[in-house]
């Protein structure tokens, strides 16, 4: 029986209606419940699934009221289509593993105190404070105490000649978050500047050692979305914008050795 125009359109909206809101609904809550630290929110459900399945919808829609299919089976295909749609946006709204940081080998090209950097450092953090106008110096004495603190510190900035690096990742799907695994090593060929006290202030100890691993660390506690506590930095890896060089850590070894 030949449906009217009038029918095929109410059939096209409720099957956009369904379509759209099983995809406005995976978009929109999947990133919030599967992957909370990512600021994309609910941007999927509204600019992307959302749409997307109402246009989908639209067309299937009209499609199946053209063709003599049962009501049954539109229903069935109807249902389908929806959980499809669902389970495609949540597995797209998955998180990607997030790098925790870089294995890298290197060795020592140069050794230096921290005060030799401490001029340049300042006229940088001068440069900062005149260029930023909304914000004011957490203390009047900053400059005073950042350079106390440096030229007290009792430890070496280093300068490495990185030859090869290796990330670290940590896991962030639900069936696998908080676990972490290493990448594939990639060429660097460059220097970089690094602080260290595991061997004290003399520089002797450090331009003695070979080719080796190292770990730059990464202060967990960081967060690039809020405001520094003290601005500018008065402590010496602040304010010489300097990562502290370490060992690697034993769980990061396993992982090297067991790929």
């Known amino acids: 029986m030949r449906r009217s125009w009038r029918s095929i359109g109410r059939a096209a909206l409720r099957w956009a209606f369904v379509l759209g809101g099983a995809g406005f609904a995976a978009g929109f809550f999947g990133p919030m419940v599967l992957d909370p630290e990512s600021n994309i929110g609910p941007i999927i459900g509204i600019l992307f699934s959302g749409p997307g399945g ?76 005149r260029r930023v106008t909304w914000a004011k110096p957490s203390s009047p004495d900053w400059q005073a105490i950042a350079t106390e603190t440096v030229r007290r510190d009792p430890g070496v900035v280093l300068t490495l000649r990185i030859e090869r690096k290796r990330p670290i990742y940590r896991h962030r799907r639900p069936w696998d978050r908080g676990e972490s695994s290493a990448g594939a090593w ?74």
């Open 54 to 129: 109402f246009l989908i919808g639209l067309a299937a829609g009209a499609l199946f009221a053209l063709l003599p299919v049962p009501r049954a089976a539109q229903r069935a295909v109807l249902v389908l289509g929806s959980i499809a749609l669902v389970l495609a946006t949540l597995w797209f709204c998955l998180p990607e593993p997030a790098v925790r940081g870089y294995v890298i080998e290197a060795r020592i090209e140069a050794c230096e105190r921290p005060s030799a950097r401490l001029d340049a450092a300042l006229a940088g953090w001068q440069a900062e404070v």
């Open 186 to 259: 990639s060429a660097a060929n460059e220097s970089k500047a690094y602080y260290a006290d595991d061997e004290g202030a003399s520089c002797t100890a450090y331009l003695a050692r070979p080719r080796m691993l190292y770990w730059p660390e990464i202060d967990p506690d960081f967060d690039p979305t809020k405001p520094a506590k003290t601005w500018p930095p008065t402590d010496t890896l602040g304010f010489l914008s300097l990562q502290r060089l370490g060992p690697v850590p034993l769980e990061y070894r396993r992982l090297l050795d067991a790929s």
